[in-house]
């Protein structure tokens, strides 16, 4: 803590250390996931997932057709990964597991040799380079064979995920720290169920979100409990699930109601049941899921009941609170002549209106608007809701479709976001232990392919090798690293020289 308070003060003016510096504690990473980089789809005893077979059978879902079966070729190239998370002077590097790899069969009946091999090398390298492994247990990329059972719709799936997540812990459990049961659970139900652009790519949306959601969430009760009982005691690890909250602010009092509704429907259904004091579904969700269920003939609430005894397995599963930002929008009710088709969630969206911050600057792909006091919003909103939280950012990331090297828009988008997360811990007082960069380099964006950069490395999409390159924004975010403090005017001096 001294040195680090020290070499702050020969950074900084003394009046600017506290305002502008991260404490000692405070942890960086970058982020990736399995899909996005691995390739390898087909190599060894690997199985198919979800979006192998969706890609394969749809391709044209894909923006540009491209698919993940190369993507970095981080299968074969882990130990660039682990040099560039060693160059940045990472605390964490955050990735994900993919769970056809490891279990070809789906179930824990068998461990592919291969599999296994390929996540204890990447472990141990970052290990020996002094990064900590944070380790997602599921970023989309279901076992095929899964999804032909019922995928997240199927309340099966909870337990096949528990088995899942307890043979990593046993493999890894040793070595990894930090869990991350499952990434952005509102992607994984509502952007699938609700038009279906992800895959699998059912488009159901009447119950389908409902059941994902509840399902979604005992599965990371399980594998919590699982981890709680049985491997805490040894390895004092920590585990939560990793939340993207897109901050809806209200556009004037009179559409405090519905922001407040559509907070509730779109994050507090993954929140208030693992997160608030009470558990359960938000009261509100409840009663407006009740009305519209009557009034389209249902027998019953498209949202399915919790009972006492699932209220309280879910409730309070988490050892830190994991946040994914990136955009906010301002929320006003629809006036009588207005409808907003854009989005599926049409039920509540026929009656709201969601637009880009005022201040907002412009976002590629255009849904992704940069509005960084929205991170700070964030934050308050869960501590307002949830009471006080350790909270990391597990991910936050500019993206472009320009693939220049002097990236200076990403280092603005940083430190814009890293000055919130300042102004939390010292303004508002936050308990904020860590960030994550998404995303340590470029790779496969889902539907939108290879065309939107987000990487603080450029990666080489025709190179053989995925060669990979630093980016401005790498050293900046070197810089911010060592010097505890997000000062990017060095960087934007030399942006001027060569403007
Ligand atoms: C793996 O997939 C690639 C296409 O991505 C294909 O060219 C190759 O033949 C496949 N390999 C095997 C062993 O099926
Ligand atoms: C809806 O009504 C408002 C006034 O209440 C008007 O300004 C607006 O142009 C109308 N929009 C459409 C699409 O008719
Ligand atoms: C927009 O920016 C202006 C000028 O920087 C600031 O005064 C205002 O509070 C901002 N509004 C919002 C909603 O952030």
Request: proline share 5%; with cysteine; glycine share 6%.
């Amino acid at each position: 803590m001294f040195a680090a308070y020290v070499l702050c003060l020969l950074i900084q003016p003394i009046w600017g250390c506290h305002e502008m510096c991260f404490p000692s504690s405070f942890k960086f990473g970058a982020s990736t996931s399995s899909y996005q980089i691995e390739g390898s789809w087909n190599v060894s005893d690997k199985a198919p997932s979800i979006w192998d077979h969706f890609i394969h059978t749809q391709p044209h879902k894909i923006e540009d057709y491209s698919n993940g079966d190369v993507a970095c070729d981080s299968y074969n190239q882990y130990l660039k990964d682990i040099e560039m998370a060693d160059h940045l002077g990472l605390d964490y590097y955050r990735f994900s597991i993919s769970w056809p790899r490891l279990l070809p069969e789906g179930f824990c009946t068998k461990i592919s040799k291969d599999g296994k091999q390929y996540y204890d090398n990447l472990i141990n390298g970052l290990l020996k380079k002094g990064v900590q492994p944070l380790v997602t247990l599921y970023h989309w990329d279901l076992p095929q064979k899964l999804q032909d059972l019922g995928g997240w719709a199927n309340p099966e799936m909870s337990e096949w995920f528990a088995d899942y997540a307890d043979v990593v812990f046993s493999l890894y459990g040793d070595r990894v720290k930090l869990w991350i049961t499952i990434n952005e659970p509102v992607l994984i139900c509502d952007f699938t169920y609700n038009s279906g652009p992800h895959a699998p790519g059912i488009d159901e949306p009447e119950l389908g979100p409902y059941l994902c959601t509840k399902t979604v969430l005992m599965a990371h009760a399980k594998a919590y409990h699982i981890y709680n009982k049985k491997y805490k005691p040894l390895y004092k690890g920590k585990v939560s699930i990793a939340n993207n909250v897109v901050y809806f602010g209200a556009k004037t009092d009179d559409d405090k109601e519905i922001t407040d509704l559509c907070n509730q429907y779109s994050y507090g259904r993954y929140l208030h049941p693992v997160f608030s004091k009470r558990g359960g579904w938000p009261p509100s969700l409840v009663m407006f899921m009740n009305k519209i269920s009557a009034e389209g003939g249902h027998p019953r609430s498209r949202l399915p009941s919790l009972s006492k005894r699932e209220i309280e397995l879910i409730r309070g599963t988490y050892d830190f609170f994991g946040l994914n930002y990136y955009t906010s929008r301002l929320v006003r009710k629809a006036r009588a002549n207005e409808t907003s088709e854009k989005s599926p969630r049409k039920l509540l969206e026929s009656r709201a209106i969601f637009e880009h911050y005022p201040n907002s600057t412009e976002g590629y792909p255009e849904p992704f608007s940069s509005y960084p006091e929205g991170l700070r919003n964030t934050i308050n909103w869960v501590r307002k809701n949830y009471g006080e939280q350790n909270i990391i950012i597990t991910e936050n990331g500019y993206s472009s479709f320009e693939d220049d090297l002097n990236d200076y828009k990403r280092i603005a988008y940083i430190e814009k976001h890293l000055e919130q997360i300042l102004l939390s811990i010292h303004e508002d007082g936050a308990k904020i232990f860590g960030y994550c960069y998404w995303s340590l380099m470029d790779n496969f964006e889902w539907t939108s392919g290879y065309t939107p950069k987000f990487g603080l490395y450029k990666v080489d999409f025709t190179d053989k090798n995925r060669k990979r390159t630093p980016r401005i924004s790498s050293q900046y975010y070197s810089h911010v690293i060592k010097s505890r403090s997000i000062d990017s005017k060095k960087f934007i001096s030399k942006s001027e020289d060569t403007l």
